[in-house]
């Protein structure tokens, strides 16, 4: 089974600044897709990034972009000029696709807190 | 708004009870997703149906059930509770299995077992 780590349970970051949030994986397989989720204090989940493994270039979206390290299995989130809103959960996942369909794995998560 | 309906939002049941929760996938989403969050084991998948059929088990007790109607909305049943099954439970869909695949998640209902 693949597992997710997340190292990091609580993190806390100024408002306008740059946090890194670490995530590592396990898998013997090399066709695979990374996630990282978003869980406001609303309790919603929602997708922030989506990053393919067989893409060498990192995936950006707005002030998120990942650092994707395939040999090392590693998937960091990196959020630029955080805001008040960024204060979540934020949860890596891992998909491996197979005829058996499309399951999440997910990390434990780590609590983000920005301050003014 | 993920367009992923949840009934009910909460719900407070006692131990040895059977319960049904429902969820209504997006328009046009076949895959409907069922997790698991509670305190101790974090995010968990518990099954995915596609179409009506079942397509991939993960760690779903046996005392867990699910099924996906014709009209594509999925319940998921729980009995003989115990407090450990308190918990945060989302639905989520997607439009197929087919690559990428983006999860919507429901707001999630929340059970508690007392």
């Known amino acids: 089974a693949q597992t997710v780590t997340q190292s990091q349970p609580e993190m806390s970051v100024q408002e306008a600044e740059t946090v890194t949030l670490s995530c590592t994986y396990d898998t013997s397989e090399s066709n695979y897709y990374l996630f990282w989720y978003k869980q406001p204090p609303s309790r919603q989940m929602i997708l922030v990034i989506r990053?393919?493994?067989?893409?060498?270039q990192n995936a950006t979206e707005n002030r998120f972009s990942v650092n994707f390290q395939k040999a090392a299995k590693s998937f960091s989130l990196k959020i630029s000029d955080s805001q008040l809103g960024d204060t979540a959960m934020y949860f890596c996942?891992?998909?491996?696709?197979?005829?058996?369909?499309?399951?999440?794995?997910f990390g434990k998560g780590t609590s983000l807190l920005v301050t003014p | 708004d993920s367009g992923v309906t949840q009934t009910p939002k909460h719900l407070i049941t006692a131990t040895g009870q059977r319960v049904t929760l429902r969820c209504s996938p997006r328009?046009?989403?076949?895959?409907v997703y069922w997790y698991q969050q509670s305190l101790d084991q974090g995010l968990q998948f518990l099954i995915q149906?596609?179409?009506?059929?079942?397509?991939a088990k993960g760690n779903i007790l046996e005392r867990f059930s699910a099924q996906q109607f014709p009209d594509l909305h999925s319940e998921l049943n729980l009995s003989s509770l115990e407090l450990g099954d308190s918990a945060l439970y989302f639905c989520a869909s997607s439009v197929s299995t087919g690559l990428p695949n983006e999860q919507f998640f429901g707001p999630g209902t929340r059970l508690t077992v007392l």
């Open positions: 328009s046009g989403d076949l895959s």
């Open positions: 990053q393919e493994a067989y893409k060498q």
């Open positions: 149906y596609y179409n009506g059929e079942e397509r």
């Open positions: 996942a891992f998909m491996l696709p197979s005829n058996s369909g499309y399951a999440l794995n």
